[in-house]
DNA sequence: AATTAAACGGGACATTTGTCTCACTCCCAG
DNA sequence: CTGGGAGTGAGACAAATGTCCCGTTTAATT
């Protein structure tokens, strides 16, 4: 169950359930429907929020400011997906921004709300397991290859998700997801460029599927 | 609730919890104990497993090995920290590797037991929840600054961590849960001791809490 | 159409990190 | 006591990455 590696995250089972409570007059009351535009914050790290969002459309970028200026993009999330979801379950601040990448509805749903919901309905809350259960283990993929692989690597394969889900995110925003400098990101598209991996001109992976393969195996084995 | 930064992270609530299970004739009857030597396998990367552990005593590391030969430690798990349960909520092969750094003796749940228990306790679901989002949490945060901070910074904190748990790891261990090779490692240890910031001697921070702070905000203006 | 801001692409140089190698210590099994 | 293996520490060099900078392109607004 969404196991698949994504960029992109998102989760037709969890939308479609909350989508059929918001319908529901009786249970959906509390459930209220938010606008954001493009480039604006739904949720800004170290506020505190009293409300869960639930990812109608758009697609929105999450990720952590530091100190000194840099920005790390741990997922971007679209339909059905959750975000300030910690933050109820453990109550503290929130951990990262979510902002939105292209004009975004969610559904909102109070915090004690989103407990009640989870005890009364065990589907729902077995759908929240498996989405935490899901981050944590994209998440320890993808750090684990970042850290452990040269960036070409880890940019071949971004690339690569980029294409199959038809998605196109700013470079500045690309470079932040692998955790590099904007220079790092072009540095080693040049490079790609010129070992005829990628097209002269922009992003597509000038390979079939199978020698995507055997490079990535290539990179393995190096 | 245990939101603090730690190396090694433990979970008293959730070993209470099951240790009463345990003590329990009816509910317990399924949950065995299991003793592993020093540098043992609990889980191996990619095997199938049938039953959670709950770690009664001793200290693991979790880790997830590639194919070009390096490792990279997510955490090391100590009492009342919970392993297998991604693969009980997902059903997929085994994310990372788990070996015992001593001793270990585990309580082993069986999957569906496990997730009949999360049924049936609403007390232990939560607990569950709070520890996967805990999880989440950390590792983001870790993963950030990991990318975002010079490795001295990083290396700076772990030792700080070190310290007040009074846990000591073997190098190779500490690069391994930084990403970097032993020897970058050591060549930090070295320009900090340069700095005297360390001792000269080992790994001992040669600085009140006051001033490793002041480095650490330095580090962050920068 | 003109103006501005943001995104893009890359040169030059400094810094960081990895790889390979060797030497030293410690501990333990033979 | 002794040889081998693991852990440790570091020099030398190569490779990767960041920083600073500037010119170009693109998109949006006036």
Do not use: W
């Amino acid at each position: 169950m969404s196991h698949s590696q994504d960029m992109l995250r998102t989760n037709t089972a969890f939308l479609q359930f909350v989508e059929q409570l918001f319908e529901d007059k009786q249970a959906g009351n509390t459930i209220q429907l938010k606008s954001f535009a493009a480039g604006a914050h739904l949720i800004r790290q170290g506020s505190i929020i009293s409300q869960v969002y639930i990812i109608r459309e758009g697609i929105t970028k999450c990720y952590i400011a530091e100190d000194n200026g840099k920005d790390y993009i741990f997922e971007f999330l679209g339909p059905g997906e959750i975000t300030g979801e910690l933050e109820a379950i453990n109550k503290g601040a929130c951990l990262s921004n979510i902002t939105a990448i292209t004009p975004v509805t969610v559904f909102a749903i109070p915090h004690d709300r989103f407990m009640a919901l989870l005890r009364s309905y065990p589907e729902f809350n077995e759908l929240l397991l498996k989405v935490l259960a899901a981050r944590i283990y994209q998440t320890c993929i993808r750090t684990s290859y970042q850290q452990l692989y040269p960036v070409e690597y880890a940019l071949l394969r971004l690339l690569a998700l980029e294409a199959s889900q038809q998605t196109f995110f700013s470079k500045k925003d690309m470079a932040a997801y692998l955790g590099i400098s904007v220079r790092s990101f072009n540095r080693t598209l040049k490079d790609l460029r010129e070992k005829n991996i990628l097209d002269k001109k922009g992003l597509n992976i000038d390979l079939s599927k199978e020698q995507l393969e055997q490079m990535i195996k290539r990179f393995e084995e190096a």
